[in-house]
């Protein structure tokens, strides 16, 4: 293995740096309630996916994102994420994965949900951003200290489905079924609160 030059060696722990911030930023916009700056983490086509028990479901383009979260973060949960691993692939991609624990801030901050993040990123411009997120949900929780059914949680999704569809569209739902709900670009739903 070639031994790297001080100015890659330099780009690279920039690069890092970078990518470990942007999960970050991402917990950061969603504690603020900053919908503009969420949806500025990700590149104009970027995705976020749900996957839970019971299927998955996708949001794509920055117009479908911030629909998705103006109705999920109606939910007021808190991300706090850990174990960041960041891998590069080269000068413009890369990926990465983290642990989140959610936390409720209507009840005392309690825990109400955990699960992973598995993301792709891709630079342009200089600035790195979102190019697909993937968050997997390992226990969500309708309030402190209960852990919805499978039938329940479909109910709380069936609900938030019926009052989310996003402005101007007119397509209806393609998503398979999520024990937390979830959103689509053409029009879909949100999840009832693992919009994080």
């Known amino acids: 293995m070639a031994k790297k030059t001080t100015t890659e060696a330099l780009t690279e722990l920039l690069d890092r ?3 470990r911030e942007l999960p970050a930023r991402y917990c950061d ?3 603020r309630g900053d919908l503009d700056g969420l949806v500025e983490l990700f590149t104009a086509e970027g995705a976020f996916v749900i996957k839970g028990q019971d299927g998955e479901t996708r949001v794509e383009g920055r117009a479908a994102l911030k629909e998705f979260y103006r109705v999920g973060l109606r939910h007021q949960q808190r991300p706090l994420i850990h174990n ?3 891998e590069l692939h ?4 890369a990926s990465g ?10 009840h005392n901050y309690e825990l109400m949900g955990i699960g ?3 993301d792709e990123y891709r630079k342009l411009d200089g600035q790195w ?6 968050f997997t949900v390992l226990r969500l929780d309708d309030g402190p200290g209960s852990v919805k059914s499978r039938s329940a949680a ?3 999704a069936r609900r938030t489905r019926s009052e989310f569809r996003p402005k101007g569209s007119g397509a209806c739902c393609s998503t398979r079924s999520s024990s937390c709900g979830g959103s689509h670009a053409r029009s879909t739903t949100s999840p009832p609160s693992c919009a994080t």
């Open 17 to 19: 740096e970078a990518l």
């Open 29 to 31: 916009c969603v504690w």
């Open 84 to 86: 960041v691993v960041v």
């Open 90 to 93: 080269d000068a413009a991609h």
């Open 97 to 106: 994965r983290c642990c989140l624990d959610m936390r409720s801030a209507k």
């Open 116 to 118: 992973h993040y598995a």
């Open 129 to 134: 951003y979102f190019e697909a997120r993937v």
């Open 154 to 156: 479909a109910s709380a």
